[in-house]
């Protein structure tokens, strides 16, 4: 029974071969998207917001979108998303970091919200590698944001894309601050052991069908649960922000994970934790304590072992802390600012007195 999804795998290859053939439009990025009516302002687009591409080499190319206070910004903030998430996900909490003077990036992951897919089904989550995410954000930071010395850069990463923060930051991208929010570094509910992937990875790779949906992934479904029924946030309204994006959007739609999907994951998690010794980058790690998407243990080890970390953990709180109930998502948005401040003053020129008498 193990090797039965590499069989439908390979009985399935002439049809994905006829099926790929002008299937560009499918996988196309895209920009702009549609407004749901069904949400409120405060989840509208921040004034000002942009769009933009950025691609890394031979990879994928994937969304960005920045906007600024009205004045002169005090700090950058770049946003890296968890799985499934596009940037109009984060649209209210981009509106208040840019009435705290923070100028806010976000960078979707490849092959979820408006970046290019990897395969003919846009709703499939499938990826062969985290590198490309990671260099990515190397790209966007260096060429694009260019930060200077007058305002630091801290970068916000969630589940996975806290993943993807931390392994940019081991690979020397230059940040002031790192804050890594419900990071995933392992995951409640793996298709199969981390030994099986071990074992079936590589043949997998060579035979190129990391992209058969993992078993128990669904394509996305108009019917599919709700950030509360899935039991990521306890908020009635910002449960419901995700799939109104997608319902109104289809090119935003995200299903299930493929197994290529898993075997990337585990490869990026085990290299993250060689290299957590080699951050100098402040961090500040917030957990959610009632999440049933990663797991707390890998979050706890890793936390322990940085140079400079701090961990809080918020106990009620689900697993999207940006989407959680006020009282929750108030002290984790309190603690980013906070934490973005304190970057603030450690970047700001020290000016020492001048001798008397002179």
């Not at 994905?16 to 949400?39: K, N």
């Not at 401040?341 to 450690?346: E, N, S, T, V, Y």
Request: aromatic content about 8%.
């Amino acid at each position: 029974m193990r090797r039965r999804p590499l069989a439908v795998a390979l009985a399935l290859v002439p049809i994905l071969t006829v099926t790929a053939c002008g299937d560009g439009a499918a996988r196309a990025p895209f920009a702009d998207s549609r407004t749901p009516p069904s949400l409120g302002s405060r989840f509208y687009p921040p004034r000002g917001w942009t769009w933009g591409f950025v691609r890394s080499g031979e990879g994928p190319v994937q969304r960005y979108g920045v906007s600024s206070p009205p004045g002169v910004p005090r700090a950058t903030i770049l946003i890296l998303t968890g799985y499934g998430e596009s940037a109009e996900t984060w649209f209210e909490t981009i509106s208040e970091l840019d009435g705290q003077d923070f100028t806010v990036w976000v960078l979707e992951r490849q092959g979820q919200g408006g970046s290019e897919r990897q395969t003919p089904w846009r709703d499939l989550g499938h990826v062969d590698s985290f590198d490309p995410d990671i260099a990515s954000v190397r790209a966007l930071i260096n060429g694009v944001i260019r930060p200077g010395n007058d305002a630091p850069l801290v970068v916000v990463g969630h589940s996975e894309g806290g993943l993807v923060a931390l392994r940019a930051a081991e690979q020397g991208a230059p940040m002031d601050g790192l804050v890594l929010s419900a990071p995933a570094f392992g995951l409640s509910d793996l298709p199969r052991s981390r030994a099986e992937f071990a074992r079936f990875a590589p043949a997998m790779r060579n035979l190129r069908l990391g992209w058969i949906r993992a078993p128990g992934q669904r394509g996305w479904r108009r019917d599919g649960p709700d950030g509360v029924q899935a039991g990521l946030t306890h908020d009635t309204m910002r449960g419901k922000v995700q799939a109104a994006w997608m319902l109104a959007n289809p090119d935003l739609r995200m299903g299930g994970r493929s197994l290529g999907w898993y075997a990337a994951f585990l490869d990026a998690s085990d290299a993250a934790a060689h290299g957590v010794r080699q951050v100098n980058t402040p961090i500040l790690m917030l957990d959610a304590g009632k999440d049933r998407v990663v797991t707390a243990s890998p979050q706890n080890r890793l936390c322990g072992e940085m140079i400079d970390c701090k961990e809080t953990r918020y106990a009620e709180a689900g697993h999207d802390l940006h989407m959680e109930s006020d009282a929750i998502r108030r002290a984790w948005l309190a603690a980013i600012v906070d934490f973005t401040r304190a970057r603030i003053d450690a970047k700001a020129p020290r000016h020492r007195a001048e001798p008397h008498g002179l």
